[in-house]
């Protein structure tokens, strides 16, 4: 059995054609049967058991009300444990939940479990995991494919239909390239739309929590319940949610999207082109103005976000010392040496790198070099789609230059692993809002996405324009 | 003054820079709602922000911005309308973030000063370079088991104050009495409770020698340093220590030191290949403060009357000297306890020096025996005034006074009670006081007849002869003017 859409969920379950249990033990089934895809950290039964129970005592008109939604490892949950994908929170069981999984929880959604993702979400293809590569559900049965990273448990969930939401956190790409290798939609909002309280922090200025699902509409509808402002996140807007879902309008006349030349990269395949070439086409013909433009600095993204995201996680990362919670190596002698063995033994090798990096960059002497340059460096990105935005609604481009690779390649050449960001920092460093929706297929069947990127806090545009792209396969 | 003190071939000047950490009187941490008050049971007062778990982030508490703000106008310095809280990152077992959030390039306050009295009734100004907020850590505690060490959360998160002070500090008194000073401002806007016993305040020094006219010498820096008497024996035997060493033609390297209270010695924290690398940058989980100049005006209009005011008007209205108000205002209890006094009753606004004597002497040594604060005083300020009304009014005198003092401290009844209940009424009855002298010099002839032969000192034995016979209730005055009328009758 397959469910199409939240809404269609919802009706059946209004209409008492299924009940909360069975869609449980529905969403049970099929996660047993895809348990080799390794796609959740943690998944139990008895968990969701006890979900059903609450959940059903909810009223109807609950927003989310049975609605299975699997939730990224990263966020802090009270009923299950965190891990971060990291040996060195191996058995942490948080006290509390986080922000964006408690409104979830208020609106009735049904956790089927928390997904596999890289390591702090450190990566871009979900195998600098503690706990294993995920596989993409879409891979033929020679060649395992990659899901994508950080999220990459989060969106293999919703590809093999083992949910029909799933939350995601995107620092320079997170969410948009796994979404888009693994053929769902993924969106990450406006830095600040939704609060960061209880995600474990990668990298704080950039980190978002955002949405995978299996539609645009679906989208729309679970980010209108995680937003919202926070006052116990100082960097969460105050501002109105708009209702998105409710003023999903697929109308693209009067519209101006732009189209920057500088995502045209050396190196990508035509088969990306082409898919941007027919986006191109498609909003042109449904009245939409298309637009060249510049966006000059980007070809410095890339750097300006190597700098900035593991200097934050040189910090943030700090606190996973042995001392209080996580991992602990026990055989330490002295204060100095359980730091160490702690965490030479906790954390991984690409986290390692990051903090090296992020510490490096930080140090005295290199500070003003590298962290501070990286600083204005980004300013000018954010000015260059400030600019851009005067005369546009949208920007219109690839969302990774390639689709799914083989898991094992790129393993050992971080700075090839890197290049996946390419078309997602930007936005990322300016915190504007983008979505990445699965648009056309390359010669080997595999899902290719596109990506909108809109002005801060206007999520409606870009969900307006998806909603319109995506009928073109439905 | 010359602050200027000898080594064993030349003479040498102390430069000494303080920086005070005071705790902002607040009753929650500075990013974080958990409780700060003192000596609860360990790691009781410990939320989830300050344990830095996993996805928690700081919220800036307001009211100790207003109280950094407060502080920094009474310390007449500049308020930032702009300033920034960064990262200091350390590991350490009692830093559970692994980072201070502190202030390094844009404090909260800036340039601003301080003055400070001398006993000759001369003042200097000591200039501050900053103030800025920062967390305090938690605390390690080594002693309870022989093998683990236990981490304390309850402190950490506290919000702190950094005041830091320029070089301008030349001896150890100077930076007890800036101390001091510091302590009382900070007291009167009531932005620290000023207790150094509780680690309220604390201090790093800063201190090099020179010869006089040179160069600033390369410093060292004590650390943490919990009271004056233990800030000036660090600051002279610190000094000496240096200045030993140049005079045998060595130089100083420039050090983190602790100070030893056992000893009386400091001793390297740490050599330098150890020495930290903070790698500050501004925190991301927390925008830049920008704060409205309306708040800030609005603060400015709740700032009390501080210390130099009211020293001014001591000086002015009650004619006391500037080092007599600077002591009287130093302590705002003390300050507030005799305004109270004079308030009590207008004719002792002619004896404010009486009443600054009597409050800094006789009042303090009753309460210091006690262990008594001053607000928590035994005797009113209203019942204080009424005795040195009575004083005044020569219906005790001085003498009789201070055992009704103490007695109104075990009691605390009206002294005019204690007077008449113990018959302690001064005599001023001229035939009363005449019929004493009389009985005296008819007792003590010979006495008498060695006062007339020039024996002149003689008269202080008949004064107190007669003082015994009266229990020590004669008028001294008129008892003299009867004393030495009715002698020189006899010759």
Known sequence: ?474 | MSNFVKGNKYEWEIVIGLEIHAQVKSNSKLFSNSSTAFGSNPNSQVSLVDAAMPGMLPVINSYCIEQAIKTGIGLKAKINNYSVFDRKNYFYADLPQGYQISQYKYPIVGEGKVSIDFKDGSSKDIRIVRLHLEQDAGKSLHDQNPTKTYVDLNRSGVALMEIVSEPDIRSADEAGLYINKIRSILMYLDTCDGNMQEGSLRADVNISVRKPGEDFGTRCEIKNLNSIKFIKQAINYEAKRQIEILEEGGTIQQNTLLFNTNSGKTKPMRSKEEAHDYRYFPDPDLLPLEIDQKIIDKLVKSIPELPDERKRKYAEEFNLSNYDASVLTADKSVSDYFDSVIKSDKALIDSAKIVANWITTELFSLLKEKNIEISNSPISSEYLGKLIKLIKENIISGKIAKDVLIEMFESKEEPQIIIEKKGLRQVSDTSEIENIVDEVLHENQKMVEQYLSGKDKLLGFFVGQCMKKSKGKANPKILNDILKLKLSKKN
């Open chain 1, 1 to 474: 059995m397959e469910f199409k859409s939240i809404n269609q969920l919802k009706s059946l379950l209004d209409e008492n054609k299924i009940s909360v249990k069975e869609i449980a033990q529905t969403y049970i089934k099929k996660i047993k049967e895809k348990k080799d895809l390794n796609i959740f950290i943690y998944f139990d039964e008895n968990i969701i058991d006890d979900q059903v129970k609450e959940i059903e005592k909810l009223p109807n008109n609950k927003k989310l009300k049975g609605i299975p939604i699997a939730v990224k490892d990263l966020f802090c949950t009270k009923n299950m444990p965190t891990t971060a994908a990291s040996k060195i929170l191996e058995n942490f069981n948080p006290t509390y939940e986080s922000f964006v999984t408690q409104k979830l929880i208020n609106e009735g959604s049904l956790f089927v479990g928390k997904t596999n993702l890289d390591e702090f979400a450190m990566g871009s293809a979900t195998n600098t995991s503690y706990f294993g590569n995920t596989i993409n559900p879409l891979s033929n049965h020679d060649i395992p494919l990659a899901p994508g990273g950080s999220s990459g448990g989060s969106a293999a969930a919703v590809a093999a239909d083992l949910c029909l939401g799933s939350t995601g956190t995107d620092t320079g790409g997170s969410i948009r390239q796994p979404a888009s290798f693994c053929g769902v939609v993924g969106i990450k909002p406006t830095y600040g739309l939704c609060s960061r309280w209880g995600i474990a922090a990668f990298a704080s200025s950039l980190d978002q929590a955002g949405i995978f699902s299996k539609n645009v509409t679906d989208a729309s509808i679970l980010l209108e319940e995680i937003a919202g402002h926070d006052e116990r996140d100082s960097t969460s807007s105050n501002v109105a949610i708009p209702n998105y879902s409710k003023q999903l309008n697929s109308d693209l006349n009067g519209k101006t999207i732009g189209i920057p030349k500088e995502y045209t990269v050396d190196g990508i395949s035509d088969e990306i082109n082409a898919v941007w070439d027919d986006a191109i086409k498609s909003l042109e013909k449904k009245g939409a103005k298309i637009k060249h433009i510049s966006l000059p600095h980007t070809k410095y993204a890339l750097p300006t976000y190597y700098i900035i995201a593991p200097a934050e996680a040189s910090s943030n990362l700090a606190r996973y010392d042995g001392v209080k919670y996580g991992f602990r190596a026990e055989e330490a002698k002295s204060l100095d040496e359980m730091y160490e063995m702690t965490r030479s033994e906790g954390f991984g090798k690409e986290v390692k790198r990051r903090i090296l990096i992020g510490t490096y960059v930080l140090s005295a002497g290199y500070y003003d070099a590298y962290y501070l340059k990286a600083q204005k460096v980004r300013k000018l990105i954010a000015n260059d789609f400030i600019e851009t935005f005067k005369d546009c609604e949208l920007i219109l481009t690839p969302t990774a230059p390639s689709a799914a690779f083989p898991l094992n390649e790129k393993q050992d050449d971080p700075i090839k692993m890197y290049l996946n960001d390419v078309f997602t920092v930007p936005a990322s460093l300016a915190g504007i809002p983008g979505i990445s929706i699965p648009y056309g297929k390359n010669k080997s069947g595999l899902p290719l996405g596109i990506q909108l990127l809109g002005k801060h806090f206007n999520e409606q545009e870009i969900f307006n324009a998806a909603f319109a792209l995506e009928k073109d396969y439905e």
